[in-house]
């Protein structure tokens, strides 16, 4: 195993589970470290799981560089229904026939979202708008203007078609909202989308198969407490 040092500053590759928040994940896993300075490099959504990369001591330095690169993320859209949300988070609030949808008619879509492209962040998000993140605006039924954003999605591709679920692979840069393209999407269909799924796999050249569970990264951080133990009372 290699040799970890928490207090001194490490890279954490963590597995995030379904349901969790990045937060969560960060609070436990300090927790176990007993390490003060303990940060994660861009969070996750509770619904979604995937790569979430911590830092640790002196390795917090790197946040910020971290966050800015690239990620790669496979996601699921189901059109035909919207939420507020653009997610599970709320009830679905609207539907609509999705029998004269074909798969030419999604692929013909991919072209339009690739590149540069201006995108609106969704009201269930955590920017500010004057000050107040804006998802405690949509708690409260209040619709606030969000400034469009430039991104830019490097590759995208449609894996699996079973209507009304739609899987896809995108590679996109820092401050995309994956909710934000399947809600932009399923308007562009005609019939509406949200998201059912997300799972970040990449971020810059970190993958999540070289990511741990939280529950594997705890054993790590007692054993690297028992032997830090075991020297000091040499």
Known sequence: MKDF??????????????????FGVVKKLRWEMKVKKVGHAGTLDPLATGLLILCTGKSTKTIDQIQGQIKEYEGEMVIGQTTPSHDLETEVDSESDISHITEENIHALL???????????PMHSAIKVDGVRVYKHARKGKEVKIDPREIEIMELEVTKIDLPKIQFRMVCSKGTYVRSFVRDFGKELGVGAYMSALRRTKIGDYSVEEAKSVEEWIEVIREWRASKEEEENK
């Not at 040092?5 to 990045?22: I, M, R």
Request: hydrophobic share 40%.
């Open 111 to 121: 072209p339009q979202f690739t590149g540069k492209i201006m995108q609106v962040p």
């Open 5 to 22: 040092d928490f207090a001194a500053g490490e890279t954490v590759l963590v597995d995030k589970p379904l349901e969790w928040t990045s």
